[in-house]
């Protein structure tokens, strides 16, 4: 089992940065892929960024650019920088971690741009 606890959310102006941190505890977290997905009012849950157990990244064409997911297996932890921040960025961020069946999320943090 992996718990997973996200920090760095909060209220920023456009085009400022944040960085998301996810903490892992509970299992081997270098063998499971992780990724950042955004919860918007009234939207879907959508992926942001994913990253391999191996260090592959993926993006959501509407961050690509802006921002950067990464990894240190040593201290357990997903970041996600986030640069040139908009208002449509404005979401409940959730971290997750997968491997095979297991499917596991952290309880969100919100980041909100507004001037």
Same mark, same amino acid.
């Given at each position: *089992?992996? *718990?997973?606890?996200?920090?760095? =959310? =909060?209220?920023?102006? @456009?085009?400022?940065?944040?960085? $998301? /941190?996810?903490?892992?505890? =509970?299992?081997?977290?270098?063998?499971?892929?992780?990724?950042?997905?955004?919860?918007? @009012?009234?939207? #879907?849950?959508? $992926?942001?960024?994913?990253?391999?157990?191996?260090?592959?990244?993926?993006?959501? %064409?509407?961050?690509?650019?802006?921002?950067?997911?990464?990894?240190?297996?040593?201290?357990?932890?997903?970041?996600? #920088?986030?640069?040139? $921040?908009?208002?449509? %960025?404005?979401?409940?961020?959730?971290?997750?971690?997968?491997?095979? /069946?297991? %499917?596991?999320?952290?309880?969100?943090? #919100?980041?909100?741009?507004?001037?």
């Amino acid at each position: *089992q992996v *718990q997973l606890v996200e920090s760095g =959310g =909060g209220l920023v102006q @456009p085009g400022r940065s944040l960085r $998301l /941190s996810c903490a892992a505890s =509970g299992s081997i977290f270098s063998i499971y892929a992780a990724g950042w997905y955004r919860q918007a @009012p009234g939207k #879907q849950r959508e $992926l942001v960024a994913g990253i391999t157990s191996g260090g592959s990244t993926n993006y959501a %064409d509407s961050v690509k650019g802006r921002f950067t997911i990464s990894r240190r297996n040593a201290k357990n932890t997903v970041y996600l #920088q986030m640069n040139s $921040l908009k208002p449509e %960025d404005t979401a409940v961020y959730y971290c997750n971690a997968r491997r095979g /069946s297991q %499917d596991h999320w952290g309880q969100g943090t #919100q980041v909100t741009v507004s001037s």
